[in-house]
T-cell receptor, first 118, second 113 residues
């Protein structure tokens, strides 16, 4: 089945630094990927929709200058948390849909990245 | 926009019992309803999904039912096993394509041996 790989699985960084998270679709091409954020014992909240070759679409309340998204190829999207602060500590999860242009494939999720900002 | 409510928030059952998780949605235009299982420290894994043109779908011990009129759908797990213990999320969207999924609040299922 469709596999989405996310890296790193865990990262600890100091306040003020930037962190890049990669999301790859391993066996399919994904024109669209989605980035979610999940706080402990809470649901997944969509942050942004990443479109290959164009600008990402951010959800209301998500700072696009803080959460930079790049979707440079059909198999890779990156999320960069810039000038991270402790409140950015969270579980970040990407997802992608197999079958570009086919409106019949479910979303598959990566295994998430646990970000801890100290 | 779409709003998905999920109940119960926690569910404890004995091994072999059945478990039922219910969700309601607000957007009558939603037509795709997946269920995800999330184990600790991992991303959600799709376990079953249903589209609005069917009322029920079954896959071994897992089944999902959909009532479009009432705008609610349910996950049924029969003959539960300890390895079914996880957090389950329902979701809804207008189609599987580029439309975003809106998730329910999750149900923590604990199956005791």
């Amino acid at each position: 089945g469709a596999v989405v790989s996310q890296h790193p699985s865990r990262v600890i960084c100091k306040s003020g630094t930037s962190v890049k998270i990669e999301c790859r679709s391993l066996d399919f091409q994904a024109t669209t990927m989605f980035w979610y954020r999940q706080f402990p014992k809470q649901s997944l909240m969509l942050m942004a929709t990443s479109n290959e070759g164009s600008k990402a679409t951010y959800e209301q309340g998500v700072e696009k200058d803080k959460f930079l998204i790049n979707h440079a190829s059909l198999t890779l999207s990156t999320l960069t948390v810039t000038s991270a602060h402790p409140e950015d500590s969270s579980f970040y999860i990407c997802s992608a849909r197999a079958g570009a242009g086919v409106d019949d494939s479910p979303l598959h999720f990566g295994n998430g990245t646990r970000l801890t900002v100290t | 926009g779409e709003n998905v409510e999920q109940h119960p928030s926690t569910l404890s059952v004995q091994e072999g019992d059945s478990a039922v998780i219910k969700c309601t949605y607000s957007d009558s235009a939603s037509n795709y309803f997946p269920w995800y299982k999330q184990e600790l420290g991992k991303g959600p894994q799709l376990i079953i999904d249903i589209r609005s043109n069917v009322g029920e779908k079954k896959d071994q011990r897992i089944a999902v039912t959909l009532n479009k009129t009432a705008k609610h759908f349910s996950l049924h797990i029969t003959e539960t096993q300890p390895e079914d213990s996880a957090v389950y999320f329902c979701a809804a969207s207008r189609g599987t394509g580029f439309q975003k999924l809106v998730f329910g609040t999750g149900t923590r299922l604990l199956v005791s041996p």
